[in-house]
Nanobody
């Protein structure tokens, strides 16, 4: 069964930090591109980071580059999003995702990911 289970959301004040975790089943982890997205009410789902563990290739959206870090632990089949210097614009539901097989197309497009976590809310107050 393909599964992604997220944890780590919550409420913080501006300038604070949170770390999100996404534990994947083996099928959802090995050989896949792993990504983090977020979505606020009334807005489209936004790609914010990806990692391809096989090559350790990573990428970030401009809006989070320098503040967020994506990483993974192969043994645990878990990937993470460390979020520092949070601001109210970061408030959203955050989702982890993995591609269907080898990654194809842009990492920024949600349609290039086949499996999704349930989402975890991040709220940043000013």
């Amino acid at each position: 069964q393909v599964q992604l289970v997220e944890s780590g959301g919550g409420s913080v004040q501006a300038g604070g930090s949170l770390r999100l975790s996404c534990e994947a089943s083996a099928t959802a982890y090995f050989g896949r591109r792993l990504g983090w997205f977020r979505q606020s009410p009334g807005k489209e789902r936004e790609a914010i980071a990806f990692i391809y563990p096989r090559t350790d290739l990573r990428g970030y959206a401009d809006s989070v580059d320098g503040r967020f870090t994506i990483s993974h632990e192969k043994v645990k089949k878990t990937f993470y999003l460390q979020m520092n210097d949070l601001n109210p614009d970061d408030t959203a539901m955050y989702y982890c995702a993995s591609s269907e097989g080898l990654p194809e197309g842009s990492w920024r497009q949600p349609e290039n990911y086949a499996y999704w976590g349930q989402g975890t809310q991040v709220t940043v107050s000013s």
